[in-house]
Structures are given as C-alpha cells and as structure tokens.
C-alpha cells in the first residue's frame, strides 16, 4: 500500500531563513505528488503538484518541490520564510486516479 | 466564492444521536472525496464518487456511515448512532476527472463534529 512518511512533526525557523520541510513516499509506480497546506481551521489549500515532467515544480506563495525518484522524495522548499507561512503542511501521494494517501504532517512555527 | 463549501462549519452532538454533513462541490467537478482527520493526523480517505456513484469505501466507513450524492451534484454523509471516537473533521474534497487526466483535488473547510 501507498505511504507517506513526513519525519519532522515541527520545525522551527526563523523570519527570513530558508525552510525545507521532507517528505518520502512509497509507491510502486510513477507517483502523483502534492504537497498542501494548512492553516487553524481552515481547510487544505493546494501549494504545487508533481504529475510528470521537470522534476523541480513551482508552486503558490513562493514554494518550490524537487522530484528524486532515487530517493523517494518529494521536499519542499522556500527561499525566505515569512511570518504568515506558519501553518501546517502535508505531503500527499495520489493513488493511481483516486484517493490522496497524505503524511502526518509538520508543523512549521515561525520565529521573530 | 466558486469553492467547496461545506455545512455545518461545526457540530456538537452526545453519543448516540445521529448527525449529517453536506457538500457543495465545485460546480463542473465530477468527483467528490471525503476524508477524515483527527487531531495531529493528515487526512484519512473516507469514499468518493463520481457523478453520482459511489465507487470505493474505506474500511474506515463502519456500517454507521453512509454516504450519498443524488444527482452527482452535492453530497451528504451520516453518522448514525455517534460515537466519541468519531470526533474529527471531515473534509470534502471535489475534483475533475478527464479519462487519462489527473487533476488535482479543491479541499472545502471542513466540518469540525464533536461528540460528548
């Protein structure tokens, strides 16, 4: 079965500094990758999506997510953090063209 | 606002008594998804649909849940007979679905239930 493994529970950062939040997944085939985010009640808001082609995609609000097959990774990264990307982010792997499989979940704490 | 819309935004209910969800899809989505998510847990696949037949059920949704979507248009799921491990929130996602084309899922706000 398809599975997503987010290691970092919370992460901390400081205003400015560059973030890069992990994700591993396991499928067998060419996956479907997403990463979302979200914020104290409120629903998933989609970042970026990898469903074929250039391995480095750019998403929303700045982010960016590089493909390594090799790895099984899908990490997400951002350049300078802002105080308003404290949320919580989820990597998602969508099985075959159903259902998402999405990780627990790291909660990203912005520091002055 | 063209988005996933989801009512009631919150649900309190006691243990027994039976509660349902509704939701909007966007309007030229032929899926609908729902999941559930527990406190510090992503989401969890519930079902779906397309249009207007339901076309995979977790093992997470007991005999207690039901799902529908009349029409292919909103959809509701019921709880019946609630329990306290039942408190999450359920979220709808929709999307389209083109045959050999993957789109991405539009996620609503979700319905927080809390069962006392």
């Known amino acids: 079965a398809q599975s997503v493994t987010q290691p970092d529970i919370h992460i901390t950062v400081s205003e400015g500094a560059s973030l890069e939040l992990r994700c591993n997944y396991s499928y067998g085939a060419t996956p479907y990758l997403f990463w979302y985010v979200q914020s104290p009640g409120q629903g998933l808001q989609l970042l970026l999506k990898?469903?074929?082609?250039?391995?480095l995609v750019q998403g929303i609000k700045g982010f960016e997510a590089e493909f390594k097959r090799s790895q099984s990774s899908f990490n997400l990264r951002k350049p300078s953090v802002h105080w308003s990307d404290a949320a919580e982010y989820f990597c998602a792997v969508g099985e075959g063209f159903q259902k998402l499989v999405f990780g627990t979940g790291t909660r990203l704490l912005v520091s002055p | 606002d063209t988005g996933v819309s989801q009512n009631p935004r919150h649900k309190i209910t006691k243990r027994g008594q039976n509660v349902t969800f509704r939701c909007d899809p966007i309007?030229?989505?032929?899926?609908l998804y729902w999941y559930r998510q527990t406190l510090g847990q992503g989401p969890e696949f519930l079902t779906y649909?397309?249009?207007?037949?339901?076309?995979?059920k977790s093992r997470l949704l007991s005999d207690r849940f039901s799902a529908e979507r009349p029409k292919g248009s909103f959809s509701t799921l019921e709880i019946q007979r609630t329990e306290q491990g039942d408190s999450a929130m359920y979220l709808c996602?929709?999307?389209?679905?083109?045959?050999?084309?993957?789109?991405?899922?539009?996620f609503g706000p979700g319905t927080r239930l809390t069962v006392l």
């Open positions: 649909f397309q249009n207007e037949a339901q076309l995979e």
């Open positions: 990898y469903f074929s082609g250039d391995t």
């Open positions: 996602a929709s999307s389209l679905m083109l045959e050999g084309i993957y789109n991405e899922q539009f």
């Open positions: 309007s030229e989505h032929n899926r």
